[in-house]
């Protein structure tokens, strides 16, 4: 059964319902939470994800996250997301913890509002072999260099997200 996702207009009040493909073929607005892991609190080393070819942007280098099922929060998402990709068959681990650092309209695949989530851990994951290809950390001046060098290895709703973080965290 496909997820049902919540329409919302640009203020982020839900306007309605529809399946995860309508969504999509339509450009329905609709809301996906992000989790930028860090490996440690200097904020250097960023998790990146390999999209596995079977999930949305396939072979695509982003960072964990999804859709924001109907009834679900950001965070509750975000958790949900950080857990079923990099977490595969175990529990997300306690000590991790999830700030907010930006919200944001995407326009690139499709068009969602992104809550984007920091959160602080070394490690191991255990990747989902359904969504997620390979994890590695990258430092994140190197990670900018390289998305100016081959941007094409990028997801195109990844590289706006961390256009706008480099603006607001590294300017």
Partial sequence: MEDMLD???ENDNVIGQAPFSKC???KLLHRISNIFVFKDDSFQELLLTKR????????????????VRTGKTYLESAKI???EEVFHEQELPKEISFEV???M????????LTTVFRAVYPGPFSNCPE??????FMNINDLLKDIKKNPDKYSRSFKVKIKEYEKLFLN
């Fill in 81 to 83: 997301e950080l857990q």
């Fill in 7 to 9: 329409v919302v207009d």
């Fill in 101 to 103: 650092l930006f919200k």
């Fill in 105 to 112: 309209k995407v326009d690139a695949e499709y068009e969602h």
């Fill in 52 to 67: 596995s070819k079977k999930v949305l942007a396939p072979g695509k280098i982003g960072t964990p996250g999804g859709h």
């Fill in 24 to 26: 999509h073929d339509e």
């Fill in 131 to 136: 969504e997620v290809e390979e994890s590695f």
